[in-house]
Every structure is written in structure tokens, then in C-alpha cells.
């Protein structure tokens, strides 16, 4: 996948609201999930020094991160992902695995035999930094596209940390610990090489532009 901006800003609740009412008849509704909405769970892998971590905390301007991640809770569509980030530009190298993978990994014992293609080159790459998991993160999506563009617009609520246990992947029964008040909305902005200026304006918050990092602050809440 090519190399695409990402933007991050913490909404409140009213700012929302405007925005959903600003973009009616404009952008339509992801066509996953109800409506455009649905419930993502990202396990989080990092080293024993914890410095995927610390690279965010540090405020590098370029870092990586590797995660497993659901829909749904549902095991039909398991992604393993390592998303880079140099500065707003962000790219994604992803894989599809099976239930059957996801447990073999968290064993902690790569048998890469069992991989090809991308999944390979990511789980050699993990064995090769001895990564372990280290949080789940889970938050309800509200997402939404403009047709015929890359443009997508996210807006991600109810946030929450869970213990590190593969169960979360597939199970909605795992309690987390809220890491955001019920007034703070994490919204995306993602898009290719150029943003129209008439969206723009439409997707203009009074919010200042952050470097939000849901890893990071799922893993500060629970450390």
C-alpha cells in the first residue's frame, strides 16, 4: 500500500455531532459494520525494553508498530499489520491469518513455516526483535468515505485498554479500563497525495492538529 497522510485530533462530543450533520449527503458511511460502524480490537506487540513505547513518548518523528487486529471480535478477518510513520505520512504492510496463527504466535514460539508472502516477512521480523504482546486496545469506529476518493474520515469512541490476552480478540466480554472521557472523540483524517480544499473545510475542527497514539495511551493506562 502506498504511503497516505494521517491526521489525529481529540473532538468533544458537540464538535462531533456538528461534524456528522456537516458531512450528511457529502461522505457516506464505511460499507463495513452497522452503518459505518463497528468494533475494532488491536493486540499490540512490542520488545522487552518497551521501545515502540518509547518512541512515542519521545516524540520521534519516525516509528513502527506492529498488532493483530479483528473486527468485530470475529475471526473471519484477522489482519497482522506493521504500520510506519514518518511524521502525518503514514503505510501499512498487512497480512491475513487464521485463529489457528494467532495462538501459535502468542505462544510465543514463531514457527515461520507456517507463513508466506507478507505474513512471513512480518513474523520474521517480530521473531527477529523477540516481540511479545503488551496491550489490547478496543474502540468503537465510526467511519466514513468520500466516493471515487481515498479520502476517510474515523471517528473513534468508547476506547479502552485491556490486559494483553488473545481471548480479547475474539471475545466482547473483556472488560477494559476507559482511557478517555466520555466527551473525547479521536478523530482521522486519511488521505493520499492532496486534500480538496472544499473537504477540507468541511472536516475543519476548532481542535488543534495531535500526535495521537492509541498504543500509547492504552499502555500508560494500564502500566
Known sequence: MASRHEEKYIISYREYAILKSRIQGVLTPDIHGDHGTYLI???YYDDHLDNALAEKQDGLPEHSKFRIRTYGCSDTA???ERKDKHGIL?????????K?????MLSGKFDLEQFSGNAYE???QMESRQLIPTVAVRYLRDAYVYPGTDLRLTFD????AIEPDPQALFSGTFSGVPVLDRNSIIMEIKYGSHLPAFL?????VSSQQ???????LCRERII
Open 157 to 160: 469512541t468508547e476506547l479502552e
Open 200 to 204: 477540507r473545510k468541511l472536516t475543519d
Open 41 to 43: 480490537t488491536s493486540l
Open 100 to 104: 489457528d496463527q494467532v495462538y501459535g
Open 90 to 98: 503514514t503505510h501499512k504492510l498487512s497480512a491475513k491469518l487464521t
Open 210 to 216: 495531535l500526535s495521537v497514539s492509541k498504543y500509547a
Open 122 to 124: 512480518l513474523v520474521a
Open 78 to 80: 484477522i489482519h497482522l
